[in-house]
């Protein structure tokens, strides 16, 4: 059975940072295609990063120099390492993985088959 159980999440100052895990189950990421997307209240889920299993890794522009992406095969675990949050980080983190490279691009959600439950993040004085 796959499972994608996401942790880390939590309420940071702004400048803070956190890092989120992704463990995975039923599968080994070595062959995945992992990535990170985030949803705030009242907008679309966003790609946030993603993890190739060629060693390819992106980042959304908002996001870029800010956060990494990393995966350890060996654990079947996904991090995403975020320092200098700002409010607007504040969402619902998820954990997606795809087999085969998301041809349209790697945040098209809907390429992804296997999603975490989310880990919300909370940026705030």
């Known amino acids: 059975q796959v499972q994608l159980v996401e942790s880390g999440g939590g309420l940071v100052q702004p400048g803070g940072s956190l890092r989120l895990s992704c463990s995975a189950s039923g599968f080994g990421i070595h062959y995945y295609q992992m990535a990170w997307f985030r949803q705030a209240p009242g907008k679309e889920r966003e790609g946030v990063s993603y993890s190739g299993d060629d060693g390819a890794t992106y980042y959304a522009d908002s996001v870029k120099g800010r956060f990494t992406i990393s995966r350890d095969n060996v654990k079947n675990i996904v991090y995403l390492q975020m320092n200098s949050l700002k409010p607007e980080d504040t969402a619902v983190y998820y954990c997606?993985?795809?087999?085969?490279?998301?041809?349209?691009?790697?945040?098209?959600?809907?390429?992804?088959?296997?999603w975490g439950q989310g880990t919300q993040v909370t940026v705030s004085s």
């Open positions: 997606a993985a795809e087999r085969w490279e998301p041809t349209p691009g790697w945040n098209a959600s809907y390429e992804y088959d296997w």
